[in-house]
């Protein structure tokens, strides 16, 4: 089969990886793909926000299955249009990509098919809002409705926080359009674990879970960031709360897509609060995580190109999805300065070293192959992912790995999965 795979992020660079295991597999495409896929596949340069241009190159290569990865072009109905061109495509129609691009949609559908969720109330005023906020206990979470580049939450710890969240989002318009409402939600305490499904429209196979490291600093400190680290499975996960999570959360929210008009095909996100082994919603994306994906990707068993034509093809009732008992690890390298302003074209060496340690892949998000150098061009720009008997013993891995390579430019946080290996050891 010809595959071509739509995005550039260490994602991707996962997916072409386990991709490139399956026997079914004759031809990869990547667009535009990044420094460290070349040798998986063919990276070209094709303007993936102009769907006719993608159309007909996916015609003149005859692929047969196109993976989109990323959020912006499901949203943007790239899988409409392919899909209305005649392609079998994994990712959900622009209707369905609603569920990650509204937050009001997505709390709608928790309404109207009972998903447990936090309590919430909608508003595109800011006096409105104001005068809920007066009503209402601390802390309180203040959402932009549309997608601010995971930017648009705030979590208000006092009312005068929650006023400036609310006049920065509908007054000032920090977030755009995304602003033009907004949701505030109640505070969930628990542990937040990423629990993925994939989705033909019909069925939902659940996909593996893991738990990300969101702020910049060591010890879950300093600013939030796409994800500084990642591992799987999650340890707080245990099969009655799998069982409750597909009942309760992934099939009513599939079930309620059918219904109400926008069958959902693809990988299903779900960012839960565990609190007492109960799940509750936080949101939903409509694509895998990154980088959860390194770490799922790393201990999945089936034939992913098995599975991904199945989704496409609405036949996974006939699938199993088996994955292999093993821990794995992503550390994100990242360029110094980042999630704030940092420096792009700074040379990564020894990168050969680290990869070939056992059980260790590294999967670019940010990089560039000029003359021969591996060159720094994305915040995000490694996830060093490793596997291991334990979760220790994949971290261990993973970090020796990070100690070959040679990037003054770059940083990682020390301390991935510490939670897990606190819970291990209690
Ligand atoms: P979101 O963009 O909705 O994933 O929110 C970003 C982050 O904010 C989440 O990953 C959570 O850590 C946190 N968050 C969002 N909503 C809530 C909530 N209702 N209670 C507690 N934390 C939340
Ligand atoms: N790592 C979180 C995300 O992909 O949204």
């Known amino acids: 089969m010809k595959v071509l795979v739509i995005g550039s992020g260490g994602r991707e660079h996962a997916m072409c990886w386990a991709l490139s295991h399956s026997p079914l597999l004759s031809k990869l495409y990547i667009a535009p793909g990044n420094g460290g896929m070349h040798d998986l596949g063919e990276c070209v340069e094709i303007a993936v926000h102009d769907h006719q241009t993608v159309i007909a190159f996916c015609r003149l290569m005859s692929i047969d299955l196109i993976v989109i990865g990323p959020e912006a072009p499901l949203v943007a109905g790239l899988a409409d249009d392919l899909e209305a061109a005649g392609f079998l495509v994994v990712g959900p129609s622009a209707a369905a990509a609603q569920l990650e691009g509204s937050k009001a949609f997505t709390k709608q559908l928790c309404d109207h098919y009972n998903l447990p969720t936090a309590r919430y109330k ?17 802390p309180l979470v203040i959402k932009a409705d549309g997608l601010a580049a995971g930017k648009g939450v705030i979590i208000a710890q006092t009312q005068k926080e929650a006023i400036n969240a609310i006049q920065d989002i509908l007054d000032t318009k920090v977030f755009g359009d995304a602003g ?6 109640e505070f969930l305490e628990g542990e937040e674990i990423s629990f993925f499904a994939l989705c033909d429209g019909k069925t939902a196979l ?10 910049v600093g060591d010890g879950d400190t300093g600013p939030n960031t796409g994800g500084m680290g990642t591992y799987s499975p999650a340890p707080v996960m245990n099969d009655a709360l799998h069982e409750k999570i597909m009942q309760h959360i992934i099939s009513p929210a599939l079930k309620g897509m059918e219904q109400d008009g926008h069958i959902f095909k693809g990988f299903l996100f779900a960012g839960l609060m565990i609190n007492d082994n109960e799940p509750k919603l936080i949101e939903f994306n409509v694509r895998m995580g990154d980088p959860e994906t390194q770490v799922i990707l790393s201990r999945l068993k089936t034939d992913f190109l098995q599975l991904l034509l199945a989704t496409a093809e609405g036949s996974l009732d006939k699938q199993t999805i ?17 999630p704030g302003t940092y420096q792009k074209g700074s040379v990564i060496n020894n990168l050969e070293a680290a990869t070939t340690l056992p059980h260790v892949q590294i999967f670019h998000a940010g990089t560039s192959l000029k003359n021969g150098n591996m060159i720094a061009t994305g915040g995000r720009v490694l996830g060093v992912t490793a596997t291991g008997a334990s979760v220790l013993d994949a971290q261990q891995q993973a970090y020796k790995a990070v100690d070959l390579i040679q990037w003054p430019e770059g940083f990682c946080r020390k301390d991935i999965a510490w939670r897990a290996i606190n819970r291990l050891r209690s």
């Open 180 to 185: 033009n409402s907004l949701v505030i939600e």
């Open 122 to 138: 909608r508003f595109n005023t800011s006096k409105h809002a104001i005068d809920y906020v007066k009503t209402q206990a601390m």
């Open 322 to 338: 088996e994955f292999h008992p093993h821990a794995a690890v992503c550390v994100v390298m990242a360029a110094k300065g980042y």
């Open 206 to 215: 659940p996909f593996g879970s893991a738990q990300d490291h969101k702020r």
